[in-house]
């Protein structure tokens, strides 16, 4: 079986897929690379070109050569007896579309399924599943009655109901903030809820071919400026991400206790990673990630060092995993 790491797509955080596909090539280095553009084609890259890129953050991967569509790669892939390791994140590789072209042409991949994915990529779903199983989640403030929600919380945030959140974040500290959410608001679903004051933590979970599932330390994160956005999160030299965080043991254990129960809920696949906001009455769910960023500088990969777990050997168990669940 060839293991092709799939990189790049057409969703906004195809800079830090780039990026993780430099990472996965790193430790996969025998693996094909396929870029997947913004056009819908799939190139074949060679490793030179990929890790000659070296501002993936801020600037656009150019493949060059032909390339072909995202069906008829996916039909070799099946036909050469491919395994993928999905490198991408946000919109159809994230949101089960992608998942789901794989799944009936019986292409083993890495991370959750395609049903799965499009229930923990819906913050909104997410959040009623979290609410069935008993882990805090914030409530959700509709639209017309977010003028009266902001006198009697005095802070709201707003952020895209089905995208990264470090995408399109909007702080809602007075009423002229609306106007914005309303205009963002025409352009896609968006989740508003109370501000909530606390420390920001993420904790991985980790599916390993054995059959074991556990979660892995959590991560306390101080953004540079504040807020946790995609310019804290990868170009922010200040902002520190801690792991283990320096939690008291109790609120540790209840992150990864609740981060695993959010696994499970939304029956994710391999390895998840979901956010929560800590604050004076425990953690707060906020989501799950089900491909959450692999970069250098991501945070799942710090969890895994944490945990003693090297990279290499969390990619070679998720492509056995990937591999086992296509046999089943």
């Given at each position: 079986?060839?293991?092709?790491?799939?990189?790049?797509?057409t969703?906004?955080?195809?800079?830090v897929?780039v990026?993780?596909?430099?990472s996965?090539?790193?430790?996969?280095p025998e693996?094909?690379?396929?870029?997947?553009?913004?056009?819908d084609?799939?190139?074949?890259?060679?490793?030179?070109?990929?890790?000659?890129?070296a501002r993936?953050?801020e600037e656009p991967?150019?493949?060059?050569?032909p390339g072909?569509?995202?069906?008829?790669?996916l039909?070799?892939?099946?036909?050469?007896?491919?395994?993928?390791?999905?490198g991408?994140?946000?919109?159809r590789a994230?949101?089960?579309?992608?998942?789901?072209m794989?799944?009936?042409?019986?292409?083993?991949f890495?991370?959750?399924?395609?049903?799965?994915?499009?229930?923990?990529?819906?913050?909104?779903?997410?959040?009623?599943?979290a609410?069935?199983?008993?882990?805090?989640?914030p409530?959700?403030?509709?639209?017309?009655?977010?003028?009266?929600a902001?006198?009697?919380h005095?802070?709201l945030?707003?952020?895209?109901?089905?995208d990264?959140?470090s995408?399109?974040?909007?702080?809602?500290?007075a009423?002229?903030?609306?106007?914005?959410?309303?205009?963002?608001?025409k352009?896609e679903?968006?989740?508003?809820e109370p501000?909530?004051s606390?420390i920001?933590?993420?904790?991985?979970?980790?599916?390993?071919?054995?059959?074991?599932v556990?979660?892995?330390?959590?991560?306390e994160?101080?953004?540079a400026e504040?807020?946790?956005?995609?310019?804290?999160?990868y170009?922010?030299?200040?902002?520190?991400?801690i792991?283990?965080g320096?939690?008291?043991p109790e609120?540790?254990?209840?992150?990864?206790?609740?981060a695993?129960?959010?696994?499970?809920?939304l029956?994710?696949r391999g390895?998840?990673?979901?956010?929560?906001i800590v604050?004076?009455?425990?953690?707060?769910?906020l989501?799950?990630?089900t491909l959450?960023?692999?970069?250098?500088?991501?945070?799942?990969?710090?969890?895994?060092?944490?945990?003693?777990?090297?990279?290499?050997?969390?990619l070679?168990?998720?492509?056995?995993?990937?591999?086992?669940?296509?046999?089943?």
């Amino acid at each position: 079986m060839r293991t092709t790491i799939l990189f790049g797509g057409t969703s906004k955080e195809c800079l830090v897929s780039v990026a993780s596909a430099q990472s996965l090539h790193r430790a996969l280095p025998e693996a094909d690379l396929w870029f997947w553009d913004v056009d819908d084609t799939i190139h074949a890259v060679q490793s030179a070109q990929l890790l000659a890129h070296a501002r993936p953050f801020e600037e656009p991967f150019v493949p060059g050569g032909p390339g072909v569509a995202l069906a008829q790669a996916l039909d070799a892939a099946r036909d050469e007896d491919r395994v993928l390791v999905l490198g991408l994140h946000g919109g159809r590789a994230e949101n089960g579309e992608l998942q789901a072209m794989c799944e009936t042409r019986g292409i083993p991949f890495t991370g959750s399924g395609s049903a799965s994915s499009h229930l923990a990529f819906d913050k909104v779903a997410a959040k009623r599943f979290a609410a069935i199983v008993g882990v805090p989640a914030p409530t959700s403030v509709a639209l017309a009655d977010a003028e009266e929600a902001l006198g009697e919380h005095g802070r709201l945030i707003a952020k895209p109901a089905r995208d990264g959140s470090s995408y399109g974040l909007i702080f809602v500290n007075a009423v002229q903030d609306l106007v914005s959410v309303r205009n963002a608001a025409k352009v896609e679903d968006y989740v508003i809820e109370p501000f909530m004051s606390g420390i920001e933590a993420t904790c991985g979970v980790l599916e390993q071919s054995d059959g074991s599932v556990r979660a892995l330390p959590p991560v306390e994160i101080v953004p540079a400026e504040g807020s946790f956005d995609y310019t804290a999160k990868y170009l922010a030299k200040s902002t520190q991400e801690i792991c283990p965080g320096r939690f008291a043991p109790e609120i540790s254990a209840q992150i990864m206790a609740r981060a695993l129960t959010m696994h499970k809920a939304l029956s994710c696949r391999g390895y998840s990673r979901s956010d929560f906001i800590v604050t004076g009455h425990g953690p707060v769910y906020l989501e799950t990630n089900t491909l959450p960023g692999l970069t250098q500088a991501s945070l799942y990969p710090k969890a895994l060092k944490a945990e003693g777990i090297a990279f290499a050997d969390f990619l070679n168990d998720q492509i056995a995993l990937a591999v086992d669940q296509r046999r089943r």
